[in-house]
């Protein structure tokens, strides 16, 4: 039943989000949180696992174009037939109280018969709900869940479904509000739809208003900044890599992870995009989000967390589901969780370094979690780890998972040298020292002149870009050239840069089959280039990611150069954030030039 994963929109109201296809359909949406059971479970099976469609009757079956009302994410979809042009209006608005969804059609030109079909399906497409009449509303209960429907068109039910066909003429504005409820809640929050959109339009002009950023992206940044928002959790200021579960990194593959969860590798480079673009109070709530989750014995922290701080992240196998175009399993949950990443404590001691240095100060409890961290780390940073992809395979020492202790270690060093701070530091700069000796002999192949995806491996990753962005050797030394370039020259595929290969004998991944090009490794690639005097090479990968957008700016996780199209959970904060990071850096190159530095 699914279109194409670029075929999706997004809305949202910062605390769950929905995917609407080009089709009208609304095919994925969890209530009342991101990580909550969907209600819309469509793009992983069939219309019977739930989905919400409003298009012309006349057999359209995509929107004639579509766009987000300026600056915001309401999402609007015209349909042009021999009998007029409508136009279907959604949204989510800022919650006060419970999550709507507002649907509002809009009659722009003649009279045009539309349809509209709402088929209800809680835990995950598997749970039909019993539905009855509530005077004009339609109220759907199962077990926790109630959904109430408002309209001024009733709706008819047939077959576990409920539909009807009306009539929209120019001029005519007719809405359909979702409500979502817990079931022991007998009455609905009634929403005007008309102000809801006013309120919601305001909210997000109002929003985009603090962004500082004014360079030749601006539209893309603003977009990406807007998404990026929608996939935060507002209650506590967690971001959530992607809304969705198991969209498949290879079609047909076994590939397919919950996303719906916040990982500390995001934290760093989401607090800089941020900052970087004015929003202090988003990096600010993120950076608490992100003290809050990891405290505790250090030993413990884990690579990451549910959108309120949760631990337990259990995967299970949503078996009645049979994935998105035949990609099973559909997972729920991450395993993941429970990997050890040696990486996470580097990202951690970066993020609250670079808060600091922004100027948001936390208390002495921040330092005293950064000592921690950094007292156990002395004793645990020599072990192998499943490193920055959580491959799942045998443990390695993966290079970036040690420059990473590094980076922990160098910034107790200058948070006691720059801030004042008290701890060990002689101590500290010798653990320092040792991390960074140990990387350069064993993770460094001297014969091609370039760092290595672990010690003693031949093959290389594209986290090793990430070396001189953290400080661990500067762009213009000549082990870092060639490591970009030898990464150019190997994992560069069809135009786009891969994580690593996984068709090798000695692939770190152990896991069948393949994957697409992870975008944020392509992204990285442009930033490299960029910095080592290569602009236009840069510039021009920036402007081939740009062209993967889809109509309306968004991006999955990864892209297949094979079939030409989006893999991948979607969209991902992790392809969004770095292309924020990009643009600011080309715009602050071109500053640079044209201002004869």
Known sequence: MSGWIEDYALIGDMETAALVGRDGSIDWLCLPHFDSPACFAGILGDEQNGNWWIRPASGATHATRRRYRHETLILESDWDTPE????????MPPRGGAPHIVRIVV????????STALRLRFDYGNVVPWIRRSG?????????????????????????????????SEGQRVPFVMTWHPSHIEESDHLDAEKALSRTERFWHRWVEQCRYEGDYRDTVVRSLITLKALTYRPTGGIVAAPTTSLPEEIGGVRNWDYRYCWLRDATITLEALIRSGYH??????????VRAVAGEPQHMQIMYGVRGERRLAEWEAEWLPGYESSRPV??????????????????????????TSGLHGGEHVWGLQRSLVNYLEWCWDEPDEGLWEVRGPRQHFVHSKVMAWVAADRAVRAIEEFGKEGPIERWKALRDTIHAEVCEYGYDARRNTFTQYYGSKELDAALLLLPEVGFLPYSDPRIVGTIEAIRDD????GFVMRYRTDRED???????????????SFWMANALLSIGREKEARDLFERLLSLRNDVGLLAEEFDPKQGRQVGNFPQAFSHVPLVTTALNLSHHDGHRRGGN
Not at 84 to 91: A, L
Not at 281 to 290: C, F, G, I, K, P
């Open 507 to 521: 692939a770190a991944d152990k896991l069948p089959g393949e994957e697409g090009a992870f975008l944020a490794c």
């Open 107 to 114: 009659g722009l030109r003649g009279s045009v018969r539309m």
């Open 281 to 290: 109070d988003e990096a600010r709530a993120w950076r608490e989000w992100l």
């Open 331 to 356: 997972r729920i949950g991450n395993a993941a969780v429970g990997q050890y990443q040696l990486d996470v404590y580097g990202e951690v001691m970066d993020v609250l370094h670079l808060a600091r």
């Open 136 to 168: 004009t509303e339609m109220v759907a209960v199962a077990g926790p869940d109630s959904v109430w429907l408002s309209s001024p068109i009733p709706m008819e039910g047939h077959n576990f479904s409920h539909d009807t066909t009306f009539t929209i």
């Open 491 to 494: 994992l560069m595929i069809d």
């Open 84 to 91: 007029g042009s409508v136009r279907v209006i959604d949204f």
